[in-house]
Nanobody, 125 residues
């Protein structure tokens, strides 16, 4: 499977962005998909995940209520809508897939098999 992440950019505090993760070689609803982010000097952090089986969604506490993950089967794309952005959201954002997940540990990046190339999100104060 190949993943192509896009949609990052430079925005101001309070702005919104929508990230896209486009799939090739696999249907978007046939696999678990997550967004991770990594800021300079920090560990990779799980942001959100959408389950293959029923489309259930999961969020890190730091983004709950501000971010929303969704998938579009027709476009074979997973989105991350990011609202009310804060400077601490600044990071490179990656999409990743996993055939199976231990759901209590969905934020553990070691569970994921394939990764997109990342897209930079910068939020200025």
């Amino acid at each position: 499977v190949q993943l192509q992440a896009s949609g990052g950019g430079l925005v101001q505090t309070g702005d919104s962005l929508r990230l896209s993760c486009t799939f090739s070689g696999l249907a978007v609803d046939s696999i678990n998909v997550a967004w991770f982010r990594q800021a300079p000097g920090k560990e990779r952090e799980g942001v959100s995940c959408i389950a293959e089986s029923d489309g259930a969604t999961y969020y890190a506490q730091s983004v709950k209520g501000r971010f929303a993950i969704s998938r579009d089967k027709a476009r074979n794309t997973v989105y991350l809508q990011m609202n009310s952005l804060k400077p601490e959201d600044t990071a490179i954002y990656y999409c990743a897939t996993a055939e199976t997940l231990v759901w209590t540990a969905w934020k553990d990046w070691r569970q994921y098999d394939d990764w997109g190339q990342g897209t930079q999100v910068t939020v200025s104060s």
